[in-house]
């Protein structure tokens, strides 16, 4: 089986397995997961807050799976499950959510909320699709920080796989935070090693990098990255 890497935490689905692992395989590659990324909650007062007055806003975005976490901490820290039940998911039902992917759109109908723009495909066209429709403000709810083991499962893929046919990664700071130790694990390997991106913000992030792109999911979802992937890691093959 070919090796490919991506570097993102395990998410196990309804099988319990990571969809990424699965999908992968199904094409015959043998994929491992890295995280790269460690989260902090930020804010989340002033956001449980703004929950808790949907008259002020026209609507709800959620940007990842994290954000929707950080909304039902706001509700079981703060005591307001049951007015959340009572009324308040009601008056965010009369108004849009919008989301960045079927992930995460999932995990907010799971608090209740009727969820649009999950079909988008990526953030910078959900964006398109929503700017014209509401006036926006924001709360930042967690910051990315690197993971602390990240240097040493990078050390241990590369000892005991060697290098990868591909790397995947799944957002800009996942780039910076692993990209170094990527480049010296590598050394003059890395011009063999197949680039993929979630989306076009990562894929930017890697052009930026002098990193050559081979592929970019056309959504950001299993199915579409390993499909990707396939085409790319053929002779001569792009996506």
């Known amino acids: 089986m070919m090796k490919v890497l991506l570097l993102k935490d395990a998410k196990e689905d309804d099988c319990g397995q990571d969809p990424y692992i699965r999908e992968l395989g199904l094409y015959g590659?043998?994929?491992?997961?890295?995280?790269?990324?460690?989260?902090?909650?930020?804010?989340?007062?002033?956001?449980?807050?703004?929950l808790s007055h949907p008259e002020d806003y026209g609507g709800l975005i959620f940007t990842s799976p994290r954000a929707v976490e950080a909304a039902q901490l706001c509700l079981e820290k703060n005591?307001?499950?049951?007015?959340?039940?009572?009324?308040?998911?009601?008056?965010w039902n009369a108004k849009s959510v919008y989301v960045?992917?079927?992930?995460?759109?999932?995990?907010v109908s799971k608090i209740g909320l009727d969820t649009e723009g999950e079909t988008c495909g990526n953030a910078e066209k959900l964006a398109e699709y929503i700017?014209?429709?509401?006036?926006?403000k924001s709360v930042t709810v967690y910051q990315t920080i690197p993971h602390p083991g990240i240097q040493g499962n990078l050390n241990s893929y590369y000892?005991?796989?060697g290098v990868p046919a591909s790397i995947t990664f799944f957002s800009p700071s996942g780039l910076t935070y692993s990209l170094k130790h990527i480049q010296e694990l590598s050394g003059d390997n890395i011009d063999q090693i197949k680039f993929a991106a979630i989306g076009p913000t990562t894929a930017h992030a890697l052009a930026?990098?002098?990193?050559?792109?081979?592929?970019?999911?056309?959504s950001p979802t299993p199915q579409?990255?390993?499909?990707?992937?396939?085409k790319a890691l053929q002779p001569h093959g792009c996506c």
């Open 29 to 50: 590659l043998e994929a491992t997961l890295i995280p790269v990324l460690s989260f902090e909650f930020l804010s989340l007062p002033s956001f449980s807050e703004k």
């Open 79 to 91: 005591n307001k499950t049951e007015v959340w039940e009572r009324s308040l998911k009601e008056k």
């Open 100 to 107: 960045v992917g079927n992930a995460t759109a999932s995990l």
């Open 131 to 136: 700017c014209s429709r509401i006036a926006m």
């Open 159 to 161: 000892s005991q796989q």
């Open 208 to 218: 930026a990098q002098g990193l050559p792109v081979s592929c970019t999911a056309e």
């Open 224 to 230: 579409a990255l390993a499909t990707g992937i396939r």
